[in-house]
C-alpha cells in the first residue's frame, strides 16, 4: 500500500467529537480547496456510522455549497432522519466558519430478494494491464518540466487506466474530442472485507473524471484553459456490492452542457460486466478570457 492510500484510508477514519457529530482533515498539501470526492466520502463515513452494520447504503444526493478550506478541519453533522423496518435515511451537513459547505442525504436498505434485471451492457475495452499508467500518459503530452514533473511523481492512491482520450491530449489534438470517457481504476492493495469502505471508496473516486468529461468535449483541460469550474451536486446508486482493490471500468458520457454548466453520467462496472454503481453530476465550467 503505497503512502497516498494510507493518507486516504486515514483522512476516512473520523474523529467522533459527540453523538453523531464527527471531525475530519484535509491532506496537507499546497490546495485552493478540499476536493470533492473527499468531503462525500467523508460525510458517507459518518452517515455509515449511525446506521446498522447490515444496512448498506444504495444511493446519495449531495450539493457542493462552498468550497472547503483544506487549511481546517470538517465537522459533519448527522440527522437521524428516518429509521424503518428495511430503509434507513440519514442527512449530513458539512460545517466548516460556521457556515455549511456541503450537504448530503444518504439511504441505506437491508438485503432482500427481489426482482432482478441488467440492461446496462459494459463497453467492449481493452483489459487493464495492457493500458498505460495515467501518468506515463500525462507525461507523453505534458513533458518532464516543472511543474509537471514534480506533480506526476507523487504517488496516487488510485490505479487510473484510460481507454479514451485523455483532457490534455484533446486540448492538443482536436480530433480527439468526445463526450465519452472509459477509465478502468483500482485501489492497488488488499482492502479489508468492509462493504462501506469499499462503498465510500468509491465515491471518493467517482469525483475524479466527471468533470473532465464535460472539458473533453470542448478540448479544455486544467492547467492549459482558462478554466473556473466546481461539481455543483453529485448523486450516486448503488445497486450490488463491488470491491474497489479490483478493477473497476467507468464508463462516462455527457450528454449536455451550457449555462456555464455540464451534465456527465457515470456507470461503474464489475471486470466481469456487472453494473455495481451509477452516476450523476452537475458541474459548473467557466471560461474565463478565451
Known amino acids: ?5 494510507k493518507e486516504v484510508l486515514d483522512l476516512l477514519d473520523l474523529e467522533q467529537i459527540e453523538q ?11 490546495i485552493q480547496r478540499v476536493f470533492g470526492g473527499q468531503v462525500a466520502a467523508q460525510a458517507l463515513v459518518a452517515a455509515g456510522r449511525t446506521v446498522p452494520a447490515e444496512r448498506t447504503v444504495h444511493s446519495l444526493h449531495a450539493y457542493f455549497i462552498r468550497p472547503g478550506d483544506p487549511a481546517i478541519p470538517i465537522v459533519y453533522n448527522v440527522e437521524r432522519v428516518r429509521d424503518g423496518r428495511s430503509f434507513t435515511t440519514r442527512r449530513v451537513v458539512a460545517i466548516q466558519h460556521g457556515k455549511a459547505i456541503f450537504t448530503m442525504s444518504a439511504s441505506f436498505h437491508v438485503l432482500e430478494e427481489g426482482v432482478s434485471h441488467q440492461a446496462a451492457v459494459m463497453p467492449a475495452v ?3 494491464e495492457t493500458l498505460p499508467l495515467y501518468q506515463e500518459r500525462m ?27 485523455l483532457t490534455w491530449e484533446a486540448y492538443k489534438d482536436p480530433s480527439l474530442r468526445g463526450s465519452e470517457t472509459q477509465v478502468w481504476f483500482r485501489y492497488d492493495a488488499d482492502l479489508p472485507d468492509d462493504p462501506l469502505l469499499h462503498v465510500v471508496l468509491a465515491a471518493y473516486a467517482s469525483d475524479y473524471t466527471l468533470v473532465d468529461t464535460v472539458l473533453l468535449s470542448h478540448g479544455l483541460a486544467w492547467g492549459a484553459s482558462n ?4 461539481s455543483l451536486d453529485h448523486a450516486m446508486w448503488f445497486h450490488r456490492p463491488l470491491r474497489v482493490d479490483e478493477w473497476v471500468l467507468y464508463a462516462q458520457e455527457s450528454p449536455w452542457s451550457g449555462n456555464a454548466r455540464g ?21 459548473m465550467i467557466r471560461v474565463v478570457n478565451p
Not at 457515470?266 to 455495481?276: D, I, N, R, V, Y
Open 1 to 5: 500500500m503505497n503512502e497516498a492510500l
Open 227 to 230: 478554466l473556473k469550474g466546481a
Open 126 to 128: 481493452p483489459a487493464p
Open 20 to 30: 453523531d457529530i464527527f471531525r475530519g482533515r484535509s491532506p496537507e498539501e499546497r
Open 139 to 165: 507525461r507523453a503530452v505534458v513533458g518532464d518540466q516543472e511543474p509537471w514533473r514534480e506533480w506526476l511523481a507523487k504517488p496516487r492512491p488510485v490505479d487510473a487506466r484510460y481507454v479514451t482520450p
Open 263 to 283: 451534465l456527465a453520467k457515470g456507470q461503474m462496472f464489475t471486470a466481469s460486466g456487472e453494473l455495481a454503481v451509477s452516476v450523476v453530476q452537475e458541474c
